[in-house]
């Protein structure tokens, strides 16, 4: 069974700072990892989609790498804005008859002050 | 492109109660599920569909049915209504369930209350 695991739950940092979502998955035939964003009482934005084959994406000032070895993606937000505040979530799709499936993690909840 | 909507945004039911959750997509999208939230408990899948006429169960199917007779619509039904079924409804889609072309898309979400 695939497990997903988004460590720390909570982040806060003072604005312009560079940091680092982690998220680790137990089982590495996986065809794709997405992370999302979600705001307050809304739904899931994508923000990137990283395939098993890749090792990064990068979009603006996002980039999220891909380990598929150890387990392991992580998304780095560079110059953080008040505006990223938002709880970031990844999700894994596993290789087997049952490709639909995806897997989330609980989430990252990112605060960035001003 | 209107992307994933989903209706109504926020529904009361009585415990008993039936109802349909609706949710469109106009990206031609072949692979559509429905997947609740919970706090503490993340997203769980509770069916999905690899296209028309093509429905698998999730995680939490329980209590819940799905029937996929166009590629756009991809209703959810729940029989009979219970206070466990209290959640957050995110219906999304993607061109396809695998790798390059599975990025998903998420509709805004029903908020449902079972009194």
């Known amino acids: 069974k695939q497990e997903v695991t988004q460590i720390p739950a909570a982040l806060s940092v003072p604005e312009g700072e560079n940091l680092v979502l982690n998220c680790s998955f137990t089982d590495s035939a996986i065809y794709n990892l997405q992370w999302f964003r979600q705001d307050p009482g809304k739904g899931l934005t994508s923000l990137l989609l990283?395939?098993?084959?890749?090792r990064e994406q990068t979009s603006g000032r996002l980039n999220a790498s891909l380990d598929k070895s150890s387990g392991r993606s992580t998304l780095y937000i560079a110059a953080s804005q008040p505006g990223d505040s938002a709880t970031y979530l990844c999700?894994?799709?596993?290789?087997?008859?049952?490709?639909?499936?995806?897997?989330f993690g609980d989430g990252t909840t990112l605060t960035v002050k001003p | 492109n209107a992307g994933v909507t989903q209706t109504p945004k926020f529904q009361v039911l009585k415990t008993g109660q039936s109802m349909t959750l609706q949710c469109a997509q106009d990206m031609n999208h072949e692979y559509m599920s429905w997947y609740r939230q919970d706090p503490g408990m993340g997203l769980r899948l509770i069916h999905y569909?690899?296209?028309?006429?093509?429905?698998d169960q999730g995680e939490v199917p329980n209590g819940y049915n799905v029937s996929r007779s166009t590629t756009e619509d991809f209703p959810l039904r729940l029989l009979s209504a219970a206070p466990s079924q209290t959640s957050v409804y995110f219906c999304?889609?993607?061109?396809?369930?695998?790798?390059?072309?599975?990025?998903?898309?998420f509709g805004p979400g029903t908020r449902l209350t079972v009194l």
């Open positions: 990283i395939q098993s084959s890749q």
């Open positions: 569909s690899v296209g028309a006429g093509i429905t």
């Open positions: 999304a889609s993607s061109y396809s369930a695998l790798a390059a072309r599975g990025e998903q898309f």
């Open positions: 999700a894994v799709k596993r290789v087997g008859t049952n490709a639909g499936k995806s897997t």
